[in-house]
């Protein structure tokens, strides 16, 4: 079974860091390309980034390039998303997870981690 499980999240300023990780199990994680998503109340759920299976190409949401990289180390089975110059807006849960390949090879079963939690203020 998928087991994805967010960790680092927390309460940052304006201008600040964060680090988030994302620990995965139950498939062969370097096969397989990786995402960072969030959400926040009222909102759908927004794609952040990916990073394809070897982390040789990544992309990222207009509205958080050149702030946000998103990594990975397929030996540790493990997804990091490095959030620098944090804005108000940033705040969300934030939750990892793969794409319609993997949840196709999980026989269309989708799993979701608990996510975790990043407040932006003042």
């Known amino acids: 079974q998928v087991q994805l499980v967010e960790s680092g999240g927390g309460e940052a300023q304006p201008g600040g860091s964060l680090r988030l990780s994302c620990a995965a199990s139950g498939f062969t994680f370097g096969f397989y390309a990786m995402n960072w998503y969030r959400q926040s109340p009222g909102k759908e759920r927004e794609l952040v980034a990916s990073?394809?299976?070897?982390?040789?190409?990544?992309d990222y949401a207009d509205s958080v390039k050149g702030r946000f990289t998103i990594s990975r180390d397929n030996d540790r089975n493990m997804v990091y998303l490095q959030m620098t110059n944090l804005k108000p807006e940033d705040t969300a849960v934030y939750y990892c997870n793969g794409d319609e390949i993997l949840w196709k090879m999980n026989k269309g079963a989708v799993y979701w981690g608990q996510g975790t939690q990043v407040t932006v203020s003042p």
């Open positions: 990073i394809t299976s070897a982390g040789s190409r990544r």
